[in-house]
């Protein structure tokens, strides 16, 4: 009796052992080496040479197709609703450009899912960029990893950024029309949830990210001969939605709600570290955010409009009949136009 216990042993230890082996592969997550980049020393940084450009044909408008908070998570839970929902809003819409506006991910397994969420948008042929979100650091998956899936991408613009910059994914995207930059576009990541002992809050755009998109506007400025008009583009929205929203809810004629609800309140960060203001001061016209799931809102505010991604994924909270995708028109005249596009989950 003792030699088939041996061997049963031995087989329930082997397969024991299989088991924690593929769940180690599963659910440890990926370090991704860190990817080398140059130090930003000014404006003097700046080279149009290596500045991603997209061209804007004459006579025609320039199509952004923002998706947000995607947070593809368990698996096949959601995937078919994210490539059929995004497959109609990139073939009824026809983007330029599509971009990503962070959670992209969430969840033990982000690893294999980032792969999913590359596959997809990338499958489109069309230019995309992306910035990172919150959700998109949890479960010690550091972001070089992810930026690596991005930039293996035929057709993704992603770049890490400066190093001496702080978060990862700082980079610009020109517009250009007849050669001259139009509209510059800046990809920026609006940093994580910091979590203490004693309190929980959003982090904001630091002090370097703001001088790097000064320095960037005044070098393209200089190159053009007049201020070029600029969007920024990042997940965690500035403490100004907010102010911006009460404002035109209580009446006010310092801002005005141009489409959208909000119904939840913002999660801004904790502390304004003043992005709002060079934003304005520096030409720039229109922010974008995600982050805030059942907030869809546009909303103009001393001659900025702050806008609020409509929601694309169905995992984590959402409203059903407001889910879908933002389209970010830049017409032939340069003004903009942003629609909000409602595909309900059905």
């Given at each position: 009796?003792?030699?088939?216990?041996?061997?049963?042993l031995?087989?329930?230890?082997?397969?024991?052992?299989?088991?924690?082996?593929?769940?180690?592969?599963?659910?440890?997550?990926?370090?991704?080496?860190?990817?080398?980049?140059?130090?930003?020393?000014?404006?003097e940084?700046?080279?149009?040479?290596?500045?991603?450009?997209?061209?804007?044909?004459?006579?025609?408008?320039?199509?952004?197709?923002?998706?947000?908070?995607?947070?593809?998570?368990?698996?096949?839970?959601?995937?078919?609703?994210?490539k059929?929902?995004?497959?109609?809003?990139?073939?009824?819409?026809?983007?330029?450009?599509?971009?990503?506006?962070?959670?992209?991910?969430?969840?033990?397994?982000?690893?294999?899912?980032?792969?999913?969420?590359?596959s997809?948008?990338?499958?489109?042929d069309?230019?995309?960029?992306v910035?990172?979100?919150?959700?998109?650091?949890?479960?010690?998956?550091?972001?070089?990893?992810?930026?690596?899936?991005?930039?293996?991408?035929?057709?993704?613009?992603?770049e890490?950024?400066?190093?001496?910059v702080?978060?990862?994914?700082?980079?610009?995207?020109?517009?250009?029309?007849?050669?001259?930059?139009?509209?510059?576009?800046?990809?920026?990541?609006?940093?994580?949830?910091?979590?203490?002992?004693?309190?929980?809050?959003?982090?904001?755009?630091?002090?370097?990210?703001?001088q790097w998109?000064?320095?960037?506007?005044?070098?393209i400025?200089?190159?053009?001969?007049?201020?070029?008009?600029?969007?920024?583009?990042?997940?965690?929205?500035?403490?100004?939605?907010?102010?911006?929203?009460?404002?035109?809810?209580?009446?006010?004629?310092?801002?005005?709600?141009?489409?959208?609800?909000?119904?939840?309140?913002?999660?801004?960060?904790?502390?304004?570290?003043?992005?709002?203001?060079?934003f304005?001061?520096?030409?720039?016209?229109?922010?974008?955010?995600?982050?805030d799931?059942?907030?869809?809102?546009?909303?103009?505010?001393?001659?900025?409009?702050?806008?609020y991604?409509?929601?694309?994924?169905?995992?984590?909270?959402?409203?059903?009949?407001?889910?879908?995708?933002?389209?970010?028109?830049?017409?032939?005249?340069?003004?903009?136009t942003?629609?909000?596009?409602?595909?309900?989950?059905?």
């Open positions: 009796m003792r030699k088939p216990f041996k061997t049963a031995k087989v329930i230890l082997s397969l024991f052992l299989v088991v924690v082996l593929v769940a180690l592969y599963i659910l440890v997550p990926r370090h991704g080496s860190k990817i080398e980049s140059e130090e930003w020393k000014g404006k940084s700046y080279n149009p040479q290596a500045v991603q450009t997209l061209t804007k044909e004459e006579g025609q408008p320039f199509k952004i197709l923002m998706l947000s908070d995607l947070q593809l998570d368990v698996p096949f839970k959601n995937k078919d609703y994210l059929s929902s995004i497959d109609k809003l990139v073939k009824d819409n026809n983007p330029d450009l599509i971009v990503l506006a962070g959670d992209n991910v969430a969840g033990v397994l982000m690893h294999f899912h980032i792969k999913t969420v590359v997809i948008i990338d499958s489109y069309i230019p995309w960029a910035v990172f979100g919150n959700h998109d650091r949890e479960f010690g998956n550091n972001l070089y990893y992810q930026a690596k899936q991005f930039m293996k991408a035929e057709n993704c613009l992603f890490v950024g400066p190093s001496n702080d978060g990862l994914g700082n980079y610009v995207v020109n517009v250009t029309e007849n050669g001259h930059t139009v509209y510059s576009l800046f990809m920026i990541d609006s940093q994580r949830e910091i979590v203490t002992d004693t309190d929980k809050y959003f982090d904001n755009i630091h002090e370097n990210q703001i998109y000064k320095d960037n506007v005044d070098a400025s200089e190159i053009e001969g007049h201020k070029v008009p600029s969007m920024a583009f990042f997940h965690i929205p500035v403490p100004e939605y907010k102010t911006a929203y009460d404002l035109a809810e209580s009446g006010s004629d310092e801002a005005k709600i141009l489409y959208g609800v909000r119904n939840e309140g913002e999660c801004v960060p904790r502390d304004n570290s003043g992005f709002f203001d060079v304005r001061e520096n030409g720039g016209t229109h922010m974008f955010a995600a982050h799931h059942g907030n869809n809102y546009s909303v103009e505010y001393k001659d900025v409009v702050l806008t991604g409509t929601k694309t994924g169905d995992y984590s909270g959402h409203r059903e009949d407001q889910m879908g995708g933002t389209l970010i028109t830049i017409n032939n005249d340069y003004s903009v942003i629609d909000q596009i409602i595909i309900p989950l059905s």
